[in-house]
């Protein structure tokens, strides 16, 4: 009761001043509310607004520390692969202090649908220059580690610089049936099959290559034998995945890894 006719007796000034405080106060308590339902238009972090489902990137420009050339690609295929692999990221808690490989600074131009896009910058660094480690890509929000494939397929992207040649798709498809995926064709020639798979000592190894390589056709049901001594078309595609030692003859750790595919009139015989 005392309250009220103390409310009551105060002077209009007081009283639209406690009215606006009032005012004041339940917009602050909206605003925070809208917030903390994800009803504000707070801005996503750069890794959740580049992997989210209906994001697609649409260029990406890859440049070596130190180096004043940049790569800017926007081949559709690749751009998907990046993306992949950065969608297999995990947050980071913290980054080593010895990072040993190169830093790459990368740009990303993404569409976010409903005709909104939004860029997003970052550095990469791998943990060595070895190939089959693990890397990081650092945002302003913070870092994630990244699967060995990235770095490699950054690597290559800018040994091989922007005018790349996107794989053949039956080469993908291939690749594809055994976990493998092509990033982009490294070159292609037509080269004659010798006319045996023998070698004598002194000559140059080119049927022991040619040996080996029909060994591993033959693990997929293809054979080079019936086309010994004609003309093939030979492709090399970069694929991101890397060999393990037990699938490469020089049994290293672990190489970067590239797909010979073996083709005679538009078949493919070998790979």
Request: proline fraction near 6%; include cysteine; charge should be negative.
């Amino acid at each position: 009761m005392n309250f009220r006719l103390i409310h009551n007796d105060r002077p209009p000034v007081m009283k639209r001043a406690a009215r606006c405080f009032a005012a004041l106060l339940m917009a602050g308590a909206i605003t925070m509310i809208m917030a903390i339902s994800g009803c504000g238009k707070a801005p996503a972090s750069a890794m959740v607004a580049l992997t989210r489902s209906q994001a697609t990137l649409t260029k990406v420009r890859i440049q070596l520390s130190g180096d004043a050339k940049a790569v800017e690609l926007s081949d559709t295929h690749i751009l998907a692969l990046l993306q992949e692999l950065l969608r297999q990221g995990q947050k980071a808690e913290s980054i080593p202090d010895n990072l040993a490989g190169h830093r790459y600074e990368i740009t990303f131009d993404v569409s976010q649908g409903n005709d909104q896009s939004a860029t997003y910058s970052g550095y990469y660094v791998p943990e060595s220059d070895r190939p089959g480690d693990a890397g990081y890509i650092t945002f302003p929000e913070g870092s994630y580690v990244l699967p060995a494939g990235f770095g490699e397929l950054v690597d290559g992207l800018v040994t091989y610089g922007p005018t790349l040649t996107p794989p053949k798709a039956a080469d993908d498809e291939l690749l594809q049936k055994y976990g493998f995926a092509a990033a982009f064709q490294i070159a292609t020639d037509e080269l004659g099959l010798p006319e045996k798979l023998i070698h004598r000592a002194g000559q140059y190894p080119t049927s022991l290559y040619w040996a080996y390589g029909n060994a591993l056709s033959h693990d997929i049901g293809l054979s080079l034998t019936p086309y010994l001594g004609k003309t093939v078309s030979v492709r090399i595609d970069k694929v991101v995945e890397l060999t393990q030692p037990t699938t490469n003859p020089r049994n290293e750790r672990w190489v970067p890894d590239r797909a010979i595919i073996v083709s005679y009139n538009g078949q493919i015989v070998g790979a």
